[in-house]
């Protein structure tokens, strides 16, 4: 058994004996026992549990549903909602389509990856931000645009950024 596993076989005082972590893991698992084809809505409310899919937690998805842990990663690998990787707390989505870049989108993503101190792609060390980019968020009227989480914010400046960013502590 591998220190991962160990963190859901184990079990505490808290609950009775039973992991929580493992408990609310296996509640989802129960609510698609008799459900033909279950792994993306057991993976996608897993997911939900964690901000995204850890390896643990994927091999303990394997051995209690019979799937191969490759054709799990097959799965979470294809579809982009799936994340393999912790993300953060604030997802920020900035648009490089069309309309975005040619009023300054790609200035607008510079000077978050600086004031975050990481690049498109990956997620500030207190995951607090994860940074992404998109082809389009469908506010090109409001063009250079962001998405942090579900808020739109357009009409961006780089002097902007670090206040909107506070919003987000």
Known sequence: MSISENRLEHNCSC???A???RVRIDAILA????VKGPLIPILQEVQSLYNYLPKD???YIAKHTGTPIADIYGVVTFYSLFH????????IRVCQGTACHVRGGKTILQALEKQLGIKAGHTTEDLRFTLE???CIGACGLAPVMQI????HGRLTTDKLAAILDRYK
């Open 84 to 91: 393999l990787n912790p993300r953060g707390r604030n997802i």
């Open 31 to 34: 609510k698609y026992k008799d």
């Open 133 to 135: 980019t998109v082809a």
């Open 149 to 152: 989480n579900e808020d739109t």
């Open 15 to 17: 609950c009775g004996g």
């Open 19 to 21: 992991n929580p972590e």
């Open 57 to 59: 937690v994927l091999e």
